[in-house]
């Protein structure tokens, strides 16, 4: 098979054959796919565990205002900064060095690849309510499964970005199909007497007080808008620039919109204890409880399809981050590698074999969905805070602005981003961050591998106290893991 090890210095554009370009329908399809997955068909018991209807519609309230932002700061980026591709990681190397853009692009692909561990996991526990030995999605027979489909997708996608985005194309329109009827049936349903009880939550104590619940939701929140970034990553690949501004807000509204009427409108149906004590996908004890048993068989089918797509979409995000930062320079160029069809071959092979890694582990640990969607969550905010601080740099510095143009709005956008980002950083907590410097340290010898390619510096002094303070972190967290201070996977 034929490759390509191409070094292209960034802002210098990538070429792309005109066969792999993509247009609106698929870029906002490649967004909306990316969101939809998992996430949404858990939203009424992860949701609910940790929060009442009051808290749920002020996290809902943060999320919409910190994602709005983010959407607004790609968007904005997408159209001012066009000589950068890749998105948050590119954005982030340009804004503030070498160094903070390659963690931004190890972080972007740690969060893609340990999602799709997490989507292999509750795809077979979805199956699990027809086939039982499947379990909770950590048995020796659901990892066989997860395997089997890891690597049939890895071979459709060597066939071709555009063929595959076609393919994501027809499953995000049938993922989303049964959304909107569970919608649908749900708000017919309905009872405002039941949303109401225990409004607050403060008649559960183990709930907390309201800001207690609010910080909750954040991580479940977060991890069902991850992919809202998809079209810039897919910068390289438009057809045309604009689109990827459009795709980026058609996705955001779609799916803010179906997020929050699942959530919302299943508290009309089930109470929050009630919901908290559902197994996922929770989406289908809420209409089972509505229509009956035919209701939970559509809902764990329709996961099925939904969690097969974003596996594909996720599977494209992930192998293209480090791709193109193997051509830039940022990480070592074996990553920039092609095939004769222009997929990265070698970025795609290294990703699914640490997805299927990580599944090998699951087995051992009995890791289950919601830690590992939480550890990719917490992974994703340092690309996330340095595209909102970038965007903010940009205009308060006037750099890409025209004399005289107006800068308040994507200033405010950018700072709004940032606060969210570094909020949710917050929320998350001790242990998934603990995690996630224990999957950043390693990145530093990929980094240093990279420079040395490049014949570059490998540190400035404020990067090698940020590199020695990571390690001194991850060291730390294994630490604590090892006595059982902090929990591990």
Request: charged share 10%.
């Amino acid at each position: 098979m034929a490759t390509t090890d191409i070094n292209v210095p960034i802002g210098e554009k990538i070429a792309t054959p005109a066969s792999a370009k993509l247009r609106l329908g698929s870029l906002t399809a490649l967004v909306i796919g990316s969101m939809v997955g998992s996430g949404v068909f858990s939203l009424p018991q992860n949701m609910a565990a940790g929060a009442g209807p009051l808290a749920i519609l002020i996290g809902w309230a943060i999320t919409a205002v910190g994602m709005l932002a983010l959407v607004f700061v790609y968007q904005s980026l997408a159209v001012r900064r066009p000589d950068l591709d890749a998105g948050p990681y590119a954005y982030a190397k340009a804004g503030f060095g070498p160094f903070v853009g390659f963690n931004s692009a190890w972080g972007y692909w740690i969060s893609a690849w340990v999602g799709n561990v997490s989507y292999a996991v509750i795809v077979f526990s979805a199956l699990s309510y027809f086939f039982p030995a499947f379990g909770d999605g950590n048995t020796w027979q659901a990892v066989l499964g997860a395997s089997i489909l890891l690597w049939l997708i890895h071979i459709l996608i060597l066939a071709g970005i555009r063929q595959a985005a076609v393919v994501n194309t027809i499953v995000t329109v049938a993922k989303i199909a049964p959304v909107v009827l569970f919608v649908g049936i749900v708000a017919v349903a309905f009872k405002l007497n039941v949303w109401t009880l225990d409004f607050t939550g403060l008649g559960n104590a183990s709930l907390g007080t309201i800001a207690a619940q609010v910080k909750s939701t954040m991580l479940v929140t977060l991890w069902v808008f991850i992919g809202i970034e998809g079209a810039s990553v897919f910068s390289a690949r438009a057809e045309r620039r604009k689109d990827i501004a459009t795709a980026t807000v058609l996705g955001f509204f779609t799916c803010l919109a179906l997020y929050a009427l699942v959530s919302l409108l299943s508290l009309g149906i089930l109470s929050q204890p009630e919901l908290a004590a559902l197994k996922n996908p929770s989406m289908a004890g809420v209409l089972e409880a509505v229509v009956g048993p035919w209701g939970a068989v559509l809902i764990n089918l329709a996961l099925v399809v939904s969690v097969v797509g974003a596996f594909l979409s996720w599977t494209l995000l992930a192998a293209e981050v480090p791709h193109v930062a193997g051509k830039d320079g940022t990480m070592p160029k074996f990553f920039g590698r092609e095939s004769e069809r222009g997929v990265p071959s070698t970025s795609l092979l290294i990703t699914n074999l640490l997805v299927q890694a990580f599944l090998v582990i699951t087995l051992f640990a009995q890791s289950t969905y919601q830690a590992l969607f939480y550890i990719a969550s917490a992974a994703i905010l340092v690309p996330y805070i340095f595209s909102g601080a970038f965007a903010a740099k940009l205009a308060l510095t006037g750099e890409s602005y025209q004399s005289g143009e107006g800068r308040t709005g994507p200033l405010v956008a950018g700072v709004l981003a940032t606060i969210y980002g570094l909020w949710l950083v917050y929320a998350a907590g001790p242990a998934y961050l603990f995690m996630c410097a224990i999957l950043y340290a390693p990145g530093i010898i990929f980094y240093v591998w990279a420079r040395r390619e490049g014949n570059q510096r490998v540190f400035h002094p404020v990067e090698a106290i940020i590199a020695v303070a990571l390690v001194a972190v991850a060291i730390l967290a294994v630490y604590e893991m090892w006595t059982g201070a902090v929990s591990a996977l």
